[in-house]
């Protein structure tokens, strides 16, 4: 996985303070500056946001799911795990729908159309 170096910014829309970096498909990225744990990673990934480890030196990486299992938010002393920025919008305290959630149920009408 490639690395991409980030510097620290302003969101040009909402003014917030975000790190700013180009990612190797050449898309530029901001990420809110707020580390993470488990919880509030999950929290994000529900809200359809991407996680990022970024280390000291302000290089960061995208988690795979692989490396969210193995490696949890939270446990790191020389890396944050940081969010996307989303102008305006924080990560939700509660998850109110997951996204792998089956579809309702449908009442079934159980006279016979005959």
Known sequence: ?????????????CRAITLHGIVAEGLATHLDPTPLDATEEARALVAGRTTWHVTRDLEACWRTASKIRHRPAGNYADLAILATHVCTEPIPTTITRWAWAPPPRQAINEEPMF
């Open 1 to 13: 996985m490639t690395r991409s170096r980030f510097t620290p910014s302003t969101c040009s829309r």
